[in-house]
């Protein structure tokens, strides 16, 4: 096993033992005693016990990012709000990990509930949203920051209510109605954003994924 595939396993390892135990009760020896190594070895990989669960964080919003890109990739429809809205409420909502970090779970993440490892990730979604109103694709009468806010305040709502049937379906229906403008775009608009978008959201995969296979916080 290699030292990335070791890294590897070692999240795999801390990620279920989250979910399953949460942040307070887990430990590094227990990540190394389930993933058949040596407390040491974890530490060869990240400094602190706080790092170690921030990389596992870092991994799960790479993946996010990734999968992003990948809609986008397969059709430049989805750089509309309500369209990517929906795929990253799917992400986020099938990853227990992301899911318990939008709920500010403190059982399940502790400190890490209170982290802001996202922050560039947020900036990001600010960076598109900029992107969709310098091409008319969301509403112009409200000023960018109360857009922002609005639309926010939107999806955290549905991330905290309970789960219900078809709720990323509501979800765009409700960002396509609340934020977007009636007429229908253009498909030459959105297959020039959509190179630009993806980009945007890969470089942040990126940097998140650098992050954690450097074994950085």
């Keep these: 096993m290699d030292r990335r595939e070791r890294a590897e396993r070692i999240l795999d390892v801390a990620a279920g033992l989250l979910l399953r135990w949460g942040y307070q009760k887990v430990t590094v020896d227990d990540v190394a005693e389930r993933a058949g190594i040596g407390k040491g070895t974890v530490y060869l990989h990240w400094k602190s016990r706080q790092d170690l669960f921030r990389a596992v964080f870092r991994r799960e919003l790479a993946a996010a990012a990734d999968e992003l890109v990948a809609a986008?990739?397969?059709?430049?429809?989805?750089?509309?709000?309500?369209?990517?809205t929906r795929v990253n409420f799917e992400s986020v909502a099938g990853r227990p990990l992301?899911?318990?970090?939008?709920?500010?779970?403190?059982?399940?993440?502790?400190?890490?509930?209170?982290?802001?490892?996202?922050?560039?990730?947020?900036?990001a979604f600010a960076d598109y949203l900029r992107l969709l109103a310098e091409h008319d694709l969301v509403r112009t009468d409200?000023?960018?920051?109360?857009?922002r806010y609005a639309w926010h305040?939107?999806?955290e709502g549905f991330f905290l209510s309970p789960p219900h049937p078809g709720a990323a379906d509501l979800l765009a229906a409700t960002v396509r109605g609340a934020f977007e403008p009636a007429a229908e775009p253009d498909p030459a608009v959105l297959a020039e954003l959509a190179p630009r978008v993806a980009d945007l959201f890969t470089e942040i995969g990126n940097q998140h994924r650098a992050a954690y296979e450097g074994g950085k916080p």
Aim: charged fraction near 35%; proline fraction near 6%; avoid cysteine.
């Design 142 to 147: 409200l000023p960018f920051d109360d857009l």
């Design 153 to 155: 305040a939107t999806l």
């Design 72 to 84: 986008i990739r397969a059709d430049p429809r989805t750089v509309l709000l309500h369209e990517l």
């Design 98 to 123: 992301l899911r318990a970090h939008v709920r500010a779970d403190p059982a399940v993440l502790g400190k890490l509930a209170r982290d802001r490892a996202e922050s560039r990730h947020d900036e």
